[in-house]
């Protein structure tokens, strides 16, 4: 009749391992540093930006030649696009990663000391 409505296990596993992979793509690259861009950040930026400007170039080469004449040019409106997301993934990747150092000293907690109780004021 048809074809089953499972799947198998290796069909599931691929599934699993490509979708891992675009997952890995868009996670921070490794080594990242909170506010800073290594190449591999900036290669992944180009990368997306140049694929975001190509679908919507050929998006709207396809309006075109169905329809005719419209407003935006596609080259236009695809540098718009790559403009446009490497400036919005640069500020995302620049959120990914670790930070440098702590931004809370580590020791003193309080003013009563190192959370003895004590008063602020030791020598009074």
């Known amino acids: 009749m048809g074809q089953p409505l499972k799947q198998t296990y290796t069909k599931k596993t691929m599934q699993a391992k490509r979708f891992s992979s675009i997952r890995g793509f868009f996670a921070p690259a490794p080594g990242t540093i909170k506010k800073h861009l290594n190449t591999d950040e900036l290669a992944r930026i180009t990368l997306t930006a140049l694929t975001a400007g190509a679908g919507t170039a ?5 309006i075109l030649v169905n329809i005719g004449n419209i407003f935006p040019a596609p080259t236009d409106a695809a540098l718009a696009a790559v403009v446009l997301t490497f400036a919005l993934e640069t500020l995302r990747r620049l959120n990914h990663g670790q930070k440098i150092a702590p931004t809370v000293a580590v020791g003193v907690r309080h003013l009563g000391g ?6 602020p004021y030791r020598d009074r």
């Open 114 to 119: 190192n959370g003895d109780g004590g008063s």
């Open 58 to 62: 050929a998006l709207l080469q396809a």
